[in-house]
């Protein structure tokens, strides 16, 4: 059994996968990039990845309304999948605000560089202050 910083591992590699896939106008199924990843079902990834995507419109909005002379789809893939999954939780979850905060800054740190990981930190604490989270704390 993953672990959930194991498995928001996994769903930014799917995001990843999907981000490509998408610019290069690849049908694709989504289960089956998920299946390639991970073997066994299991609901939080599966949520996860389908609620970004669900919601990609809206976690592009608001990423660039926090990003500094910057855009979203301006990022790396991986970076895009990072703060997505990020701004997904901490929106559209029930996971912990700092649960979500901290998990997001972990991957940025993982696998990008210290101003992707400034960049990371500054857009979720602006959205976890400014955005109406629906009574998480």
Known sequence: MKSRSELRDIIVKVLYQVYILNNTNVKYDVNTLIKEQLEVENAFL???????????????????NYLKDWTIDRLSKVDKAILSLGIYELLYTNTPSIVCINETIE???????????????????AIYHNEDLNGKE
Do not use: F, P
Request: glycine share 2%; aromatic share 2%; charged share 30%.
């Open 107 to 125: 991957l940025a740190k993982k696998y990008s560089d210290t101003d992707v990981v400034k960049m990371v930190n500054a857009v979720m604490d």
């Open 46 to 64: 599966n949520d996860s990845v389908n609620g970004v995507i669900k919601h990609q419109d809206e976690i592009t909005k608001i990423a660039n």
